[in-house]
Every structure is written in C-alpha cells, then in structure tokens.
C-alpha cells in the first residue's frame, strides 16, 4: 500500500508542476496592470517601477515562477497585494468553510442518488425509471445558482422569511452555523446527485445483466440481496469514481454559492481576487483546490481496495 | 453517418423522451435563427410607461426595469446560448478529438507527456479554469466559446483516447497497416468512424453544460456583456436587485435556462442508450 502511494505521489509530480505554472502563468495574463490599479485606488503616492519592484514584477517571468515555488515548498504564499494579509492563513481561515459546504452537499447527493439510482435501474423502462431519469435530467439541466435566488427571494416575498445575513460562526451557535450551510449544500448536492444518479442506474443496469446476476436469480435470491450484494457491490466503482471527480466540480460550485449566499469561503475569496487580480491569491487558492484535487484522486484510488476485496495496491 | 427517416421514425417510438428532447432543441434553435421575426420589439428598446409590468397579454413574460420587454429578451437570449452552446462543443469536440486520437494512436512518449498535461488541466475545476481564462481574455461572445471549447476539451479527449486505444487494438486496425496503408489513412479511413459514436455522445451532452456554464459565466458578469441579452446576465444585475418587485424578471431567463439544458441531456441521453451497444439487449430483471 505504502509502496502504491509513492509510486502515485512520484507520478503526480510531472502533472502537479504543469498544474503550477498554469496556477503562476495565468493571472499574470489578466489584461491590465494590477500596479497601476494599485496607485490609482489606494493613491500610494509612489511611482509605478518602485512599487512594481517591491512587488518583484519587474523580473523577467522564469525568475518570478522558480523563485515562487521556492517559496510555495518553504509553506510562503506570500501576500495578497490589496489586503496586505498572508494569503496562507486567509486560506486556513476559509477552506473549512467550502469543504464544510462541499461534504455537505455530497452527502445529500449520495443520500438522493443511490436510492433513486438503484430503483430506476431494477425497475428500468416502467414509470419509476422514467421519472426518476426525467427528475435526474431536469436537477442538471436547472441552474443551481437560480434556484438559489428563488429561494431566497420567493419566501421573503411570499412568507416574509429570508436566511439570516451574515456568518454565523460555529463556536458562537452550533445549530445557526450548520443550518446556514443546508440551503446552499442542498442546492449544490441535487445537481451532484443527478450525475451520481445516472452512473449508478447505467452502471448497475451493466452488472445486472451478468451471468453470475442470473445465477444469483436462479438460486432463488430475494431482489435486495441479488441487486445490493451482487449487483450493486460489482457497480459501485466507477460510482466511487464519479464521486471523486465530483469533489472537483464541488469546489467550482462553492464560487457562485458563496458569492450567493455570503459565506467566507475560498470560493467567494478566489472569485474576489481574480476580479481585483491579486496574484498570490489567486495563485494560492488555485494551488490549493488543485492540490486537494490530486489528494481527493488518490483517495479514490485507495477506496477502490476498500469497495472491491479483489483489488491489492 | 446517414440518418433516414425511417430510423428517427424508429428513434422517437423507442425513445419517446429523447425524441421530446429533440423537439425543445429544434424549437430552440428554430427561436434562435428567426428570432429578429419572432420577437415583436428590438432587444434593448425601452418601451415607454412600460417599466416593470407584471406579464399580460401584451407583454407575455412582463418588462424589465428599463420598459424592455423580456419576451423580446428571452427570444434573443436563444441566440447567445446556442451560439456558445454550439460554437464551443464544436471547438471543443474538435481539440479533444485531436488530442484523444493522437494521444492513443500515437502512444509512447507523446501519449505520456500529452496524458500529464491533461491531468494538470483536469486538476482545475471546470468552472474556476473558465473564469480564470474569462478573466484573460475579457468578457465576450467568441472568447466564451474559446474558454469553454479549451477548458472542456481535456476531459472529453481522454474518453476519445480509451475509445482509440481500444479500437486500434482490432484485427481490422492490423490488417490495414499489414496492406501498407499510411497512419492518415487509418486514422481517417478505420479509426476515426469507429470512434464517431462517443464523440457524438459526448458532444451532445456537452451542449447542455456549455449553454450552463455560459448562463454561469453571464450570471458572474464574465460572459457577454450588456445591452446584448444572455439568459444568465438576464439573472444577474438588474434581474437580482428587482426581484422583489418584479420576480418575472429572473423567472424566464432561468426557465429558459433549464429547458435548453433539458432538452440536450434528454436528446444526449437517449443518443447514449441507442449509440453505446453495451446498454441494449436484455434487461436486467429476474428469470421468469
């Protein structure tokens, strides 16, 4: 096991170091410069080479990127250029709330998926399979961030009731803090689940027409030992690994519900610093997310010996 | 690929809701090439002592904050979602068919290092990679597509290079490279139109999240800019700050959203089902 997740970490590497100098190469592409946005807005007084050689952006583009990632390994991720705070604490301080707003919506897409995944396969082609697909279809088909406007504005104007403004934090109302997370991870956990859905009713209707399904049949098995036992433990792998890649898609999600719904997180944070092109920040969160990305591959990977006895690393 | 009528006659019988997915992208695209004709004002006229009236026969959908009719701006909305919806799966199916074929016919060194790169682009999410390109190359029909064709291309290329790898393996492959036929030939005459059917596959599905992603993009203020109308821009701004007054004004655009979406993963959905040889046959019930 040991040896697999080296082999895997040592294989990352190449990818994770392109990775890097997309996460540095980009925002340097933002048209317009960020130091002369800087003089103009906080009138700093100073002239433009000065500050651009405090910043270190006057060295050619080689330099900048060796000499970031000699940073990045050291734990630097320098400053945000507006805020003047290290980027790496904002990150401390707000990737538990997009990963406390990503779990949250995949357990409510793993809740609503592989039970209505299941029952549309086993009943496939009856009235069960095609609203259940009909549903699956229309929960990716919607935008989440128009639901998420209606159901902030439609029971104020009908009932007079909108979410509380504000960050409510978790040492100061345990309940006010989780319930401010469910609309949102509701919201971004149905569209999840409509992927999920369909990947579990594809990939088990596939396994349900093998021999040992029918043998399984033949023996006189009851439904919800041959569908769960046989069936469904041979189709969840790639259902595990739709998952996975998911936890990618989730973070995307976090930028509109976040901005949405106010909450700190990276999401909102990222989508502020691309805005105003803050550099480090947005070479940080990108880091980051690309990092947990990886992390969240490899755990999928090591899952499948869990899921499936017959895989050994 | 020829399509007789018989066979859609025979695709609408067995896939009745594929056939009604069909029907909404047809209407949709019929909407966005007429829409000059079928739209009774211009898309930014402002029509006077009109402003934020709740939908009537005369305005069906209702007016904006600005008197503009949101009908007229839903029917010319259609024109931008289909546009990037088409302009960026084709884009996109195009780079990832490049880069799927010849990363898996090729293999070796190029397939090693072209498979790292695209593990580094998939690294991203979909929608933070987007907005990052949205934010290099402004705001702007054409750089949408060109964001979310480039962005989208990575995944879609690496289902087209395990559908290559597995179609090269073929006797048929072997036997045309045994007649001396050259790689273009292969590619072109063996390869490629056993590949079609996952490309149209994932093209066709592609459509739905391109059209959502460019309502996504519009709704941030990163995909077409104002006074032109996009379905998502129409959800942003204006459409958000007035939706106390006037709820209509971001209920449309979002339903035209979603049945643009609807139509293509039903239509991509039932395409699936008949391309992918794996998911006919039998079902999966018990002997009786």
């Given at each position: 096991m040991c040896g697999y997740v080296l082999h895997r970490l040592c294989v990352a590497i190449p990818s994770l170091l392109i990775a890097s100098f997309i996460v540095f190469a980009l925002p340097r592409l933002i048209p317009g410069d960020v130091v002369q946005l800087m003089l103009e807005e906080q009138a700093a007084g100073r002239n433009l080479d000065d500050l651009r050689a405090q910043l270190g952006l006057d060295r050619p583009l080689a330099i900048q990127y060796v000499e970031w990632l000699g940073r990045v390994a050291r734990g630097d991720l320098g400053e945000s250029l507006w805020t003047k705070r290290p980027v790496l604490g904002e990150l401390a301080r707000r990737l538990p709330v997009s990963l406390e707003l990503g779990l949250l919506a995949i357990c409510f897409s793993v809740a609503i998926a592989l039970p209505v995944g299941?029952?549309?396969?086993?009943?496939?082609?009856?009235?069960?399979?095609?609203?259940?697909?009909?549903?699956?279809?229309?929960?990716?088909?919607?935008?989440?961030?128009?639901?998420?406007?209606?159901?902030?504005?439609?029971?104020?104007?009908?009932?007079g009731w909108s979410p509380a403004p504000g960050f409510v934090d978790f040492r100061a109302n345990p309940w006010g803090h989780l319930a401010q997370f469910v609309l949102p991870a509701l919201i971004l956990g149905v569209a999840s689940a409509a992927a999920l859905m369909r990947m579990t009713r594809a990939m088990l209707l596939e396994v349900l027409r093998q021999d040992y399904v029918r043998t399984a049949w033949s023996k006189g098995l009851r439904e919800r030992a041959v569908v769960l036992r046989h069936g469904m433990a041979n189709a969840i792998i790639p259902v595990v690994t739709i998952l996975g890649l998911h936890v990618a898609q989730l973070f995307g999600g976090t930028v509109i519900f976040e901005t949405i719904f106010g909450l700190p997180g990276m999401g909102l944070f990222l989508f502020d610093a691309i805005s105003q092109r803050d550099y480090p920040v947005i070479q940080g969160a990108n880091l980051l997310i690309v990092a947990v990305v990886v992390a969240t591959n490899l755990l999928v990977d090591l899952l499948y010996a869990v899921v499936d006895p017959r895989i050994r690393y | 690929m020829r399509v007789s009528a018989a066979a859609v006659g025979r695709f609408c019988r067995r896939k009745p809701l594929g056939a009604a997915g069909g029907l909404i992208v047809v209407g949709l695209v019929l909407l966005a090439l007429f829409a000059d004709r079928i739209a009774p004002y211009d898309f930014d006229e402002t029509i006077a002592g009109a402003r934020m009236r709740p939908p009537s026969a005369r305005f069906w959908m209702g007016t904006d904050n600005l008197g503009r009719d949101v009908w007229t701006r839903v029917v010319f909305g259609a024109r931008v979602s289909m546009t990037v919806g088409f302009g960026a799966v084709l884009l996109g199916t195009a780079l990832a068919t490049v880069i799927g074929v010849t990363s898996g016919y090729v293999a070796g060194g190029y397939d090693t290092v072209v498979q790292r790169i695209v593990d580094a682009w998939q690294s991203f999410p979909f929608l933070i990679i987007v907005l990052s390109l949205m934010a290099v190359l402004g705001p702007g029909r054409l750089n949408v597509i060109l964001a979310l064709g480039v962005a989208g291309a990575a995944g879609a290329s690496r289902v087209i290079r395990s559908a290559t790898v597995a179609v090269i393996g073929n006797p048929y492959v072997e036997g045309a490279r045994a007649l001396g036929c050259g790689h273009l030939r292969i590619l072109a005459r063996h390869v490629l139109p056993n590949v079609a059917a996952p490309i149209i596959i994932l093209a066709t599905i592609g459509l739905g999240s391109a059209i959502?992603?460019?309502?996504?993009?519009?709704?941030?203020?990163?995909?077409?800019?104002?006074?032109?109308?996009?379905?998502?821009?129409?959800?942003s701004g204006s459409g958000r700050s007035y939706m106390y007054q006037a709820p209509w004004m971001a209920l449309w655009p979002g339903a035209a959203i979603s049945l643009a979406v609807y139509g293509f993963n039903m239509l991509g959905d039932a395409l699936r089902d008949v391309l992918d040889p794996r998911l006919r046959g039998t079902t999966g019930g018990p002997i009786r």
């Open positions: 299941i029952l549309a396969a086993v009943r496939q082609d009856t009235a069960a399979d095609y609203v259940a697909r009909s549903a699956a279809i229309l929960g990716l088909s919607v935008p989440g961030y128009w639901v998420a406007t209606l159901v902030i504005v439609l029971p104020a104007i009908w009932w | 959502l992603a460019e309502s996504a993009l519009s709704f941030l203020g990163f995909g077409v800019p104002p006074p032109y109308p996009s379905w998502g821009g129409m959800l």
